[in-house]
């Protein structure tokens, strides 16, 4: 399998007035294509941080982050918003939908920033990844008249409106009742299956086991990869292929 | 990054909140129709000035006693009473090839009475040629005849106004009336000229100039000498010909003693034009003002906007937009704001200058409704440059947030 993420010894200082806090201290690992990874830590432990440096919205003080070979810490803004456009997609605990749109203008806001975009093709895309989420009945519901767990899967189909090569979910459970947590683990596992690259962030066990691989980090370092001999294979929701 | 995609969103984000976004335009609203509405109101009253002295016709030339500079008004304007043009000297003019006819003028004040009707008016000594300088018509009787002009004959013509409200309905000729204490025939009645801005001729009487400086004022200079051209091309000719005469029976050798003004019609509206010009100018910079106040209000509703949508901004990051998107965002929002505001305020201006003209028509002025497409694309320009001036530090600032702050942000 081929490398799309190369992390080689990335650290993040914050400086607060006069206190530098040292956030990560020098993190290295490897991610393949096709790969379905949690990041694991308590709070405080970096693993935002990190996962905010894998989708090119922060830069680490020092280190080497190559994406499918590139090196990124060489890029500028553009080229990093080209990147978070093209080839990331989000998914934030909290949704992040703007209430005021649509469920299909929500999911199709990232088209927005992409260079050259069909906007039918995308439109069609949209609705039917919705459709498969099983909200095909409400393209033009607003969020907040959305359940948390409908929300979260409008976000996902956010996240892979634009075809995005590597998904980024922070807590994408941590709102959620387990019933609707498993539907959108299911659904994870399911697009991971489909040769998706996934990188979750969570705090919980239970919720990592359902990754194919483990990467603990505390106090800003890696202190555990391991990859998960019995994949927990989330079951319970209406998700259909 | 697609345009119409923002648009849409800036559309969305402003219908979002209605009330807010109707009041921060009603800043362009008010300034940009008031510009509108106040070069518009401006240029009628041009219109209306303009159209009131080419009514006299335009080939005419005036001569006003006393001298002047250039471009200035002479000092007979001011209230200054100056002997020096006298009756031979409009006799002498009308000798002058080109004129066609030519009427000194000598004006007083005086209280008119017919039985117990009085009224306080202003007659006007003029000669046979009058109706002919001024376009004038009667519309009964006779006007004065010529065997009348030399003559200190006691007849009388009367405007429009006076005659109804002497007379009323009934037949006013041959009825003698009173001028102070003097006894006039009535011999003719004017055609109804119309309202008009300086004094209305419909509430003046005439009676033959003689009469008026010997009778009535009891004096032998008159108030301004008024001549017909026959064309147009031969104004400028006729001009410098009536100063050499005028100089020349005023005995003049230096030119800087001259006691006399001579002034074509096209120099008086140039005159007029420049006031009024300068009049329109200085009213609109004014309105002006309230468009940069508006482009305050723009500002200060995009910052708090800014601020406000601190986690959207930062979701849009997140998303794929670069700094330049953001910045657009906004100043596509509050563009917008300003271009829907001057859209407003452009309909809404004319249609209170098209008020203003159809009052003045409705009262008889010759009132021109004039929005010209220079100052609604002018204001129109302005407006949108508003929206981009007061937008682009707000916007600034939106693209500038820190995306992991941002969504963060409660």
Redesign the interface.
């Known amino acids: 399998m081929s490398t799309l993420i190369n992390l080689k010894n990335i650290k993040k200082d914050y400086q607060t007035g006069e206190v530098v806090t040292s956030v990560l201290k020098g993190v290295s690992f490897e991610i393949n294509n096709g790969e379905f990874v949690a990041i694991m830590g308590s709070s405080g432990s970096g693993k935002s941080t990190l996962m905010?440096i894998l989708?090119f919205?922060?830069a680490p003080t020092s280190g080497e982050y190559y994406f499918e070979g590139q090196d990124t810490l060489k890029l500028d803004?553009?080229k990093l918003?080209?990147f978070?456009?093209?080839k990331v997609g989000?998914i934030?605990q909290s949704y992040?939908l703007?209430q005021?749109?649509s469920v299909l203008?929500n999911v199709?806001?990232?088209?927005?920033?992409?260079?050259n975009?069909n906007?039918k093709e995308a439109e069609d895309n949209a609705v039917k990844l919705l459709k498969r989420v099983g909200l095909g009945h409400r393209l033009n519901h607003r969020p907040n008249q959305l359940s948390g767990g409908e929300q979260q899967r409008v976000a996902i189909v956010?996240a892979l409106v634009?075809n995005p090569r590597l998904v980024l979910a922070d807590e994408p459970t941590g709102n959620l009742d387990s019933h609707s947590g498993e539907e959108i683990m299911e659904i994870l596992q399911s697009l991971n299956k489909e040769g998706r690259t996934i990188i979750m962030v969570t705090h919980e066990e239970y919720t990592a086991e359902c990754a194919k691989r483990i990467i603990h980090i505390k106090d800003g370092m890696v202190t555990e990869d391991r990859i998960v001999e019995k994949q927990r294979m989330a079951r319970d929701g209406e998700f259909k292929k | 990054?697609?345009i119409f995609?923002?648009i849409k969103?800036s559309l969305?984000?402003l219908a979002?909140n209605k009330v807010r976004s109707f009041l921060t335009m009603l800043g362009m609203i008010i300034g940009v129709g008031s510009v509108i509405a106040i070069m518009s109101v401006g240029a009628g009253a041009q219109s209306l000035i303009f159209n009131e002295i080419s009514s006299f016709g335009t080939n005419l030339i005036g001569v006003m006693p006393g001298g002047s500079e250039e471009d200035a008004p002479p000092a007979s304007m001011m209230g200054a009473v100056i002997t020096t043009l006298t009756y031979d000297d409009a006799k002498a003019i009308g000798e002058i090839p080109h004129i066609e006819a030519v009427t000194p003028y000598s004006n007083g004040n005086a209280n008119i009475s017919f039985g117990d009707k009085i009224k306080n008016i202003n007659f006007i000594g003029v000669t046979s040629q009058y109706v002919d300088v001024e376009d004038n018509k009667v519309s009964l009787g006779r006007f004065i005849s010529p065997e009348e002009d030399e003559s200190t004959a006691r007849i009388v013509v009367l405007g429009s106004e006076v005659k109804d409200d002497l007379f009323g309905e009934d037949n006013p000729l041959n009825k003698r009336i009173k001028i102070d204490k003097t006894s006039f025939l009535v011999v003719g009645v004017m055609q109804k000229k119309g309202a008009s801005l300086v004094a209305s001729r419909d509430k003046e009487v005439f009676i033959p100039v003689k009469t008026a400086q010997k009778v009535m004022l009891g004096v032998d200079h008159v108030g301004l000498i008024r001549a017909k051209v026959d064309d147009e091309k031969n104004m400028s000719l006729v001009n410098s010909e009536i100063r050499k005469l005028l100089q020349q029976r005023h005995n003049i050798k230096d030119s800087k003693k001259i006691d006399f003004t001579v002034r074509s019609m096209d120099q008086a509206l140039d005159m007029i034009g420049t006031v009024t010009d300068a009049l329109n100018l200085f009213l609109g910079a004014i309105a002006a003002i309230s468009l940069i106040v508006g482009g305050i209000g723009i500002m200060n509703i995009m910052l708090v906007s800014v601020t406000e949508r601190t986690?959207?901004i930062g979701?849009?990051?997140?998303?794929?937009?670069?700094?330049?998107?953001i910045l657009t965002q906004f100043l596509t929002e509050s563009i917008i704001i300003t271009f829907i505001g001057g859209l407003i305020g452009i309909i809404g201006g004319s249609i209170f200058a098209a008020i203003i003209s159809g009052v003045a028509q409705y009262l008889g002025y010759d009132w021109d409704l004039v929005i010209t497409p220079f100052s609604v694309i002018l204001s129109f320009i302005i407006a949108v440059l508003i929206g981009i001036i007061f937008g682009i530090y707000p916007a600034n600032k939106a693209a500038k947030l820190n995306?992991?702050e941002a969504?963060r942000h409660e």
Request: hydrophobic fraction near 30%; charge should be positive; proline fraction near 2%.
């Open positions: 905010y989708g919205l922060d803004d553009d918003a080209e978070r456009s093209e989000f934030f992040n703007r005021r749109t203008d199709m806001l990232p088209t927005t920033y992409l260079r975009c906007l956010r634009n | 990054m697609n995609q923002t969103s969305t984000n979002a986690r959207e979701l849009r990051k997140a998303l794929g937009a670069n700094k330049g998107n995306a992991i969504l």
